[in-house]
């Protein structure tokens, strides 16, 4: 669906997203990157438990929300990536603070 464009000279850093380690562009939010990977759905709703995907990715319809470092319902499409950071699908309301580690 997307693709990011090979550039050498563009700074990389390493994102776990859903248990994966992943090169990707610095400066790249947590839902292009994503999308690029080919998800096809980020999260669930709460009661049908309905896949949803980033949408608007600006922040207005909370369709990417995903789980963020351990944190859940965090907005993937105004989340940029940083080194390190671990992303995962949510499920639902997303693991509660409490169960984050």
């Known amino acids: 669906m997307f693709k990011q464009l090979a550039n050498d000279e563009i700074e990389t850093v390493t994102v776990i997203l859903n248990g994966q380690e992943i090169q990707v562009p610095k400066g790249t939010t947590v839902a292009a990157i994503a999308l690029s990977q080919g998800l096809r ?60 580690q």
């Open 41 to 100: 759905s980020t999260r669930t709703t709460p009661i049908s438990n309905t896949k949803r995907a980033p949408f608007c990715m600006m922040g207005v319809c909370y369709d990417c929300l995903m789980v963020i470092d351990g944190k859940a319902n965090q907005r993937a499409c105004v989340t940029y990536v940083e080194q390190g950071m671990q992303v995962e699908c949510q499920q639902g309301t997303g693991p509660s603070l409490g169960d984050a």
